[in-house]
T-cell receptor, first 109, second 114 residues
Framework: KNEVEQSPQNLTAQEGEFITINCSYSVGISALHWLQQHPGGGIVSLFMLSSGKKKHGRLIATINIQEKHSSLHITASHPRDSAVYICAVHQGGSEKLVFGKGTKLTVNP | DSGVTQTPKHLITATGQRVTLRCSPRSGDLSVYWYQQSLDQGLQFLIQYYNGEERAKGNILERFSAQQFPDLHSELNLSSLELGDSALYFC?????????????FGPGTRLTVL
């Protein structure tokens, strides 16, 4: 079993829909990252959080430390949101990032 | 543009060869991280340097080595290349070490071993 599990693996949505991507982890962590990887391969850091909730534009990330679970929400999805979204965690105080396998999101117009 | 640069963008080489990948961090960032992304393994952490010193090590093969120079740029050396080393190699930088720092990713180097 992977230390970081993401669901769903693939997600297809219509433009305007509300999207939720989930991340569960089995180890104690100090921080969790949400990353976006564009079709061309580039990776962008979306959020880093260790508690609570963060919002940036149409993106919202939440984390529940007790339940070892984080969610990434996209409101009013748009075709330009089509990408792979990757969850990654820092185990304990480690600097090492452990990655989930990613969720491929396709938003159709 | 994250401010992190990587060269070359693409690299095609043969088995048994040795290559060097280069990363320049964002101005002022002291930490550099190297990651490998392959189709079957996904993203994996290889190694981290902080201000010239090795800080953390992940799943890095003995055939691979890295260093960070006084000007803070870093190089990842891959030797005795095998077909399975074909992957995207990313570097990332952050202002400091520690697990509470956002990392800024470079565009990656796509390595193809034939």
């Amino acid at each position: 079993k992977n230390e970081v599990e993401q669901s769903p693996q693939n997600l297809t949505a219509q433009e305007g829909e509300f999207i939720t991507i989930n991340c569960s982890y089995s180890v104690g962590i100090s921080a969790l990252h949400w990353l976006q990887q564009h079709p061309g391969g580039g990776i962008v850091s979306l959020f880093m959080l260790s508690s609570g909730k963060k919002k940036h534009g149409r993106l919202i990330a939440t984390i529940n430390i007790q339940e070892k679970h984080s969610s990434l929400h996209i409101t009013a999805s748009h075709p330009r949101d089509s990408a792979v979204y990757i969850c990654a965690v820092h185990q304990g105080g480690s600097e090492k990032l452990v990655f989930g396998k990613g969720t491929k999101l396709t938003v159709n117009p | 543009d994250s401010g992190v640069t990587q060269t070359p963008k693409h690299l095609i080489t043969a088995t048994g060869q040795r290559v060097t990948l280069r990363c320049s961090p964002r101005s002022g960032d002291l930490s550099v991280y190297w990651y490998q992304q392959s189709l079957d393994q996904g993203l994996q952490f290889l190694i981290q340097y902080y201000n010239g010193e090795e800080r953390a090590k992940g799943n890095i093969l003995e055939r691979f080595s890295a260093q960070q120079f006084p000007d803070l740029h870093s190089e990842l050396n891959l030797s005795s290349l095998e077909l399975g080393d074909s992957a995207l190699y990313f570097c990332a930088s952050s202002p400091l070490g520690g697990s509470y720092n956002e990392q800024f990713f470079g565009p990656g180097t796509r390595l193809t071993v034939l």
